[in-house]
């Protein structure tokens, strides 16, 4: 069972053991007293009292903090003081007391709290201290507790890191280190985490990291390291939106697949972009809009596909470009404003189809373009821009249609252009500005439009 349907499931039962036991519970308006004698709070023994006010006060006694014990007490303010006696607290506990302020200090006899427990506990205000006798942070845990700032330190024996941990906890500040003995990260984990503004240091064991768990944590600075254990992929949008990251990108030679947007928008990663041979797949958008790499661009030569978007506004790339044989499918704006890129440009013999806008805004070429004859279309906007590509240019036998746009602005071709027989379409301004051609051009028979 995924985390979105348990959620739902633990909430619609919550709601009903709430309105089934309602009666047995005093939530009458004002403070909240709980015997001094007490040693464990049972579950939902508070929920939805959301007419409590003041500081709540728990007894030194207390061991447990049961499932859902103060959810809703959207009325409770001041510090939560939670006593040294506390070893558990359960799921939901604290879920949506948004009036508690302070810090909150999850002392070292805590051994485990549940998911959710200190959810959209919005009011919190100062640094969050963990417990050190803590080897997982459950899911949801402190998710949507923007307002707890600060350094954030894990506890040293920590080993996993929950799905939504600390998703939305966007003050917290500093750099931030993963302790050596941590094997997972879950998903969304510091999902949107931006108030880092410092180093971001993982561990090299670490063998898990989940989708988008640093999504839009963009004021991390210095270099990223991918840790060669993770399981032989980065997952998606892991890195997305690290816009701060200034220094170089290292992706170990295990890693088999890059997913979908995982660096998409991370624009102040510089140097050369290598990607090893083992690398098979790279998802959409994977390294879009990554403008500050320089140096060569190395495309695995195991890669079969380039999908749509991967290096789009990557313009610090220089030299050549070149793409292995093997490559079958060069995807939408694939390379789109890469204007770093020199030499000439060849579509191997391997390629059936390029998308539109491929190599839109790539005026740093600056010789011959060859394509391939396996081609049947040239897509709208394919080359446009590309004003520096120069000699002759031969549309392949096999082509029947050239978009609109496709070559807009090529001044740069200063030889023949040649038509395949079997072309029987030319939209509109697919050679608009292309004013260097020479020679005599002859529209194919076969071009009805």
């Known amino acids: 069972m995924n985390f979105k349907n348990k959620n739902i499931m633990i909430l619609v039962i919550s709601i009903l053991f709430v309105f089934a036991v309602s009666s047995s519970y005093d939530c009458s308006p004002g403070e909240l007293n709980i015997p001094d004698d007490l040693t464990s709070i049972e579950d939902f023994k508070y929920a939805y009292c959301s007419d409590y006010i003041g500081e709540l006060r728990i007894p030194s006694k207390v061991e447990t903090i049961g499932s859902h014990a103060f959810f809703g007490c959207i009325g409770l ?21 948004y009036g508690f302020t302070g810090p909150l200090v999850l002392p070292n006899s805590i051994v485990f709290f549940g998911q959710s427990s200190f959810e959209r506990c919005s009011g919190f205000n100062d640094n969050l201290i963990l417990s050190n006798s803590l080897t997982e942070i459950s899911p949801f845990a402190f ?7 600060g350094y954030l330190k894990l506890p040293s024996n920590i080993k996993i890191i929950g799905k939504s941990t600390f998703s939305g906890c966007s003050g917290f500040t500093d750099s931030l280190k993963i302790p050596e003995s941590t094997k997972e990260i879950g998903e969304n984990a510091f999902f949107e985490c931006f108030g880092f503004n410092g180093n971001l240091v993982i561990p090299e064991k670490l ?25 032989r992929r980065i997952e998606d949008g892991v890195f997305s939106g690290c816009s701060g990251f200034n220094g170089e990108l290292t992706i170990p030679r295990t890693i088999a697949k890059i997913g979908n947007d995982a660096f998409y928008g991370c624009s102040g990663i510089k140097g050369e972009l290598n990607l090893t041979s ?20 190395v495309i695995p030569k195991n890669l079969g596909v380039i999908k749509d978007k991967v290096f789009c506004g990557c313009s610090g790339f220089v030299g050549a470009l070149n793409i292995p044989k093997g490559v079958t499918n060069i995807g939408n704006y694939s390379f789109c404003n890469c204007s770093g890129l020199t030499g000439s440009l060849s579509i191997p013999e391997s390629v059936s189809v390029i998308g539109s806008f491929a190599f839109s805004g790539c005026f740093g070429f600056d010789e011959s373009l060859t394509l391939s004859p396996l081609l049947k279309k040239i897509p709208e906007s394919c080359f446009e821009k590309c004003l520096n590509l120069s000699g002759s240019l031969q549309i392949p036998q096999g082509v029947t249609s050239i978009g609109k746009n496709a070559f807009l602005d090529c001044c740069g071709f200063s030889g023949v ?17 292309c004013s260097g051609f020479t020679g005599k051009l002859t529209i194919p028979n076969n071009v009805v439009s």
């Open 77 to 97: 303010t001041g510090q939560l003081v939670i006593p040294q006696s506390v070893i558990n607290i359960g799921d939901f506990a604290f879920y949506g007391c």
């Open 143 to 149: 998710k949507d507790c923007y307002k707890l700032n």
């Open 207 to 231: 063998e898990i990291l989940g989708e988008k768990a640093f999504f839009g944590c963009s004021k991390f600075t210095g270099k990223l390291t991918i840790p060669s254990l993770i399981n």
């Open 278 to 297: 083992n690398i098979t797949d790279i998802g959409n958008n994977a390294f879009c809009g990554c403008s500050g790499f320089t140096g060569l661009l």
């Open 417 to 433: 252009l040649n038509f395949a027989s079997d072309l029987e379409i030319i939209c509109e301004r697919a050679f608009s500005g």
